[in-house]
């Protein structure tokens, strides 16, 4: 990789600001590095124009010679077909948003938008449609609203901060916001949803780590795919953050052709424990444009739940959740069989039938 980027240095590699200012986003780039064929170039163009890609050199480097990487990353032809069911706001978080940036749908907890920009820009997003508008979220009037939501909702003890990713702001920036946050003493729970770990270990510094340090409990979730982006910079990364007293869960968008069987998902839910994080969610991915290509049917991602639980126990199973109109659903395998007045009979682990008494 470093033949792509020749006049980066040591300390240029392991800057996240240097990171950022180099991202891979036009074809010419993207051709260099993944040696995409001149074939390619008007679909990638067209595929580009409803959804921008953008990737950091480190996730490039990361992806550059791996298959299934590369389709998370690269503008499709697949991605101008859309499927009959698939939506501009699959969450419906225009309905739950009663102040611009701040969604409501759940009666605990909102969540937060910090605006639109991502390290890397996913092709299976589910918010293509509020990146693309780049909505201006974080105006002097918007802690304002937020805080007039809050107080009419006492009820709410629970701060998700999402978007775009919230660790992709400048230090000063999200201090000032964490600040915000602890000033109020009906918020029990600081959330961040970041991919920045994964696709961006250099964000990590030590005056990041500082920011994060807060009275409140703070949960990161990971937005992690693959045992392949489980490199040593992001088992650093990880590390880092639990030594600063962030709590680590997972969470990872069930992709076809990507991760999408137990040869992949095993050591991933594995490996994450090893790096002290907790494998929480396994989504099924959204219906978002263009993104029927990824989509398993749900009845796939209920075996490999089952298979995961089987070989690895109950700490290193995620929950497989859908995210129709309405909320989140947790799907589970179903286990009862049948049952009478003695009892249940159940599926096993291992898929075989046995009787448990009542």
């Known amino acids: ?85 698939e939506t501009l706001d699959p969450l419906e978080d225009k309905k739950y948003s009663p102040v611009t940036g701040l969604i409501h749908k759940y009666p605990n907890r909102v969540l937060l938008l910090m605006g639109t920009n991502c390290a890397v820009f996913c092709r299976y997003c589910t918010r293509k449609e509020f ?37 992709f702001m400048e230090d000063r920036i999200l201090k000032g916001l964490m600040e915000k946050i602890e000033s109020l003493e009906q918020i029990k729970i600081i959330r961040i949803s970041s991919k920045i770990p994964v696709v ?25 795919n693959h045992p392949a982006e489980l490199s040593s910079d992001f088992k650093k990364a990880a590390e880092d953050l639990v030594r600063a007293g962030v709590v680590l869960s997972s969470q990872t968008v069930l992709l076809k052709g990507v991760n999408d069987d137990i040869k992949h998902l095993l050591p991933l839910m594995k490996g994450l424990l090893q790096s002290k994080i907790r494998p929480y969610a396994l989504f099924q991915c959204d219906l978002a ?51 009478n007045d003695q009892g249940v009979f159940l599926k096993s682990g291992k898929g075989t039938e046995v009787f448990y008494p009542n």
């Open 1 to 85: 990789m470093a033949s792509h980027f020749p006049d980066a240095s040591f300390k240029d590699w392991n800057s996240w600001k240097w990171q950022l200012s180099h991202r891979v986003k036009n074809f010419d780039e993207f051709q260099r590095i993944f040696d995409l064929s001149p074939d390619l170039k008007e679909t990638f163009l067209k595929a580009s124009e409803g959804f921008p890609p953008a990737l950091t050199p480190y996730y490039a480097a990361l992806s550059q010679f791996n298959e299934n990487l590369k389709k998370t990353v690269i503008p499709g032809f697949e991605e101008l077909r859309e499927d009959l069911f």
């Open 131 to 167: 990146i693309r508008e780049n909505k201006e979220i974080l105006k002097p009037s918007f802690w304002k609203s937020v805080k007039n939501h809050l107080t009419q909702n006492p009820l709410i003890d629970e701060i998700i901060l999402s978007g775009g990713d919230p660790l």
């Open 289 to 339: 444009p263009g993104t029927a290509h990824f989509r398993t049917p749900v009845k796939k991602g209920l075996e490999l739940l089952r298979e995961i639980q089987a070989e690895l126990g109950g700490m290193a199973s995620p929950h497989f959740i859908a995210d129709p109109k309405g909320g989140k659903v947790i799907l589970a395998p179903q286990n009862i069989i049948r049952d």
């Open 200 to 224: 961006l270990p250099q964000r990590i510094t030590r005056s990041l780590l500082k920011t994060l340090k807060t009275r409140i409990p703070l949960y990161l979730n990971i937005h992690i």
